[in-house]
């Protein structure tokens, strides 16, 4: 935009209208330089976007723009925020015993909750792919929001499992003390 009414923006104005874009994603939780994508080459991904998107993209934010956005560094940043903080998608609509996923999308709200195995609050998808965050147990005011990241009827190993996939070891109430009782059951 900057370019078709100003000219050619400069890149202080670059990167201050790239911030306002991507000021929605910077509360959303970002991998660990650590993180491997299995499955998933992120050079790959970024060689493809650059050959589809980078001259369109040029001509809307300038090839220094373009190069900043496409770079592989920026894929995975973002690619990695997608994988952290999307939702399944599962309509109320059922299919035998299980829920089709229907897509999944990023709720910025929904992603700044925390994660507990005893969640104060539920995620409920309606039929046209919304979400909605209903409280489960009494909140006080101060009371963080929690929701379950993952099926929080697993066995404390298994949840401990799908958790590392989220890079945290949960210390919830309800881990303590299923820890504390396999401990207390082992002696």
């Known amino acids: 935009y900057q ?11 670059l990167v201050s209208a790239l911030h306002s874009v991507f000021r929605p994603f910077l509360r959303l939780l ?11 080459d992120v050079e790959e991904a970024a060689r493809m976007l650059r050959k589809h998107l980078g001259d369109r993209l040029a001509a809307l934010v300038g090839a220094a723009g373009a190069e900043l956005l496409l770079c592989d560094s920026n894929v995975r940043l973002q690619l990695g925020q997608l ?3 999307s ?8 299919n035998g ?4 996923m ?8 929904q992603s700044c909750f925390n994660h507990s195995c005893n969640p104060n609050t539920e995620v409920v998808w309606t039929a046209d ?21 993952i099926d929080n009827t697993q066995s404390l190993s298994n949840r401990k499992k799908a958790l590392s ?13 299923e820890a504390t009782a396999e401990g207390t059951d082992r002696q």
Do not use: M, W
């Open 87 to 94: 939702q399944a998608l599962r309509p109320q609509v059922e």
């Open 102 to 109: 229907q897509g999944a999308g990023v709720f910025v709200l």
């Open 129 to 149: 792919c919304c979400i909605i965050l209903r409280t489960n147990s009494l909140v006080r005011q101060g009371d963080e929001l929690t929701i379950s990241y």
């Open 30 to 40: 970002a991998p660990p330089d650590s993180c491997q994508f299995e499955d998933f």
């Open 97 to 100: 015993d299980q829920r089709q």
């Open 83 to 85: 994988v952290l903080n």
């Open 3 to 13: 370019r078709r009414v100003h000219g050619n923006p400069s890149d202080e104005d």
């Open 165 to 177: 996939n989220y890079f945290f070891e949960c210390g919830c109430s309800k881990c303590v003390e």
